[in-house]
């Protein structure tokens, strides 16, 4: 369980990657930030493209900073979003983005931090929102 304060930090920090979301099409604006065993913390944004199906999501991106960085010990996301001009939204995390983060994470200890605002959040492990999950072990 992370604390409060590392909780803020990171919703701060999803918010941050938000600035920098290109998303041109769906105007819908995500951000995320991801928090490593040893404190580090990699954002990352939507990244769309004019053919569409390249399109990246935040999670994936922030993911992709951190382990092509030598950092894959995870131990929080927090992700926010909405469309563009308009309040926040709770951005709850796609199907791959969830299914990505599973590879790395152990599900029932890794934290999902869904925000609005630094004050108004919610928190799940990953096993809640990817229950019956498959994963590495699966192969071995
Ligand atoms: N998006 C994310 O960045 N993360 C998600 O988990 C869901 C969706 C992005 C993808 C696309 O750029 C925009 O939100 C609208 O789907």
């Known amino acids: 369980m992370i604390e409060e304060k590392d909780i803020k930090r990171l919703i701060r ?3 941050e990657g938000q600035e920098r979301s290109y998303s041109p099409y769906s105007k819908y604006r995500v951000g995320a930030a991801i ?5 580090r913390i990699f954002t990352g944004c939507n990244i769309e493209n004019a053919a569409f199906t390249p399109g990246d999501c935040a999670e994936r991106t922030a993911v992709c900073k ?25 951005a709850y995390p796609c199907g791959v983005c969830r299914q990505v983060l599973r590879e790395f994470v152990e599900p029932d200890k890794f934290e999902v931090i869904v925000a609005r605002s630094e004050d108004d959040y919610e928190r799940y492990t990953l096993e809640e929102l990817l ?8 192969l071995g």
């Open 13 to 15: 920090s999803a918010f």
């Open 35 to 39: 928090l490593t065993a040893d404190g």
């Open 66 to 90: 951190a382990v092509s960085e030598g950092c894959k010990d995870f131990e929080a996301i927090a992700v926010v979003g909405g469309a563009s001009g308009k309040a926040p939204d709770m």
């Open 131 to 138: 229950p019956k999950s498959f994963g590495p072990a699966n």
